[in-house]
């Protein structure tokens, strides 16, 4: 498996800046999109976005969604970094992933996010996440595997070229393993069979 990072702008409104009730900044965005050839030349399918995407609203229900403020090259959340929290993630008919973030302005790295916000200065967001891909003509499919970690705010690159982010290091099923823990993989195998479920029923 190998950690799996997709750059994007953070599309969003700035009149979808909002506050909820603690004062907390709230911006609703995408952040994924499926059945799209992307910069680094990755297609999520959907059959296998969509469940995963599923599977880690566990996450953001138990508010355990948190992100990073730059780019990162590790496979795990490191709190120090921590400058917000999904606190809503779905998938549109057509694919595209949206989510809605509340910056942590109590925490040091949220202070600067949230001053970036407010100076409307433009931003992207970079999933992070383990999986394994199978290439294609149509590019590098990613695979049934895929687990994401987070999805980290970063600074939009000026050029095209740019947004090419290559993965960092591979990892062993052992070491993905320790990553992953026995309670994800199990949420994550429950969002699963919801979503076969749910498909049956539509």
């Keep these: 498996m190998k950690l799996l990072k ?11 800046v909002t506050k909820n009730k603690n004062g907390k900044l709230i911006v609703k965005g995408i952040i994924q999109r499926a059945d799209v050839l992307n910069a680094n030349g990755r297609v999520y399918p959907r059959h296998i976005l969509e469940p995963k995407i599923e599977a880690y609203k566990e996450l953001v229900r138990e508010r355990r969604a948190t992100g990073e403020l730059d780019h990162a090259d590790e496979a ?26 509340e910056v942590l302005d109590n925490l040091p790295m949220g202070k600067i996010l949230r001053g970036l916000i407010e100076s409307e200065i433009k931003i992207g967001i970079s999933s992070r996440a383990l999986g394994s891909v199978e290439t294609s003509n149509e590019g590098d499919i990613v695979q049934d595997d895929l687990h994401f970690i987070c999805w980290d705010m ?9 947004w090419m982010m290559r993965e960092s290091r591979e990892y ?4 993905a393993k320790k990553i992953i823990s026995k309670q ?14 749910k498909k049956i029923k539509g």
């Design 6 to 16: 997709e750059l994007s702008d953070f599309t969003y409104k700035q009149e979808d």
């Design 154 to 162: 970063v600074s939009e690159p000026s050029t095209g070229s740019a």
């Design 172 to 175: 062993t099923k052992e070491e």
């Design 184 to 197: 994800q993989r199990v949420e994550f195998a429950i969002g699963q069979v919801l979503e076969f479920h």
């Design 76 to 101: 795990v959340v490191n709190l120090k970094n921590v400058s917000h929290v999904i606190t809503d993630i779905y998938m549109d008919p057509d694919g595209t992933v949206y989510g809605e973030v």
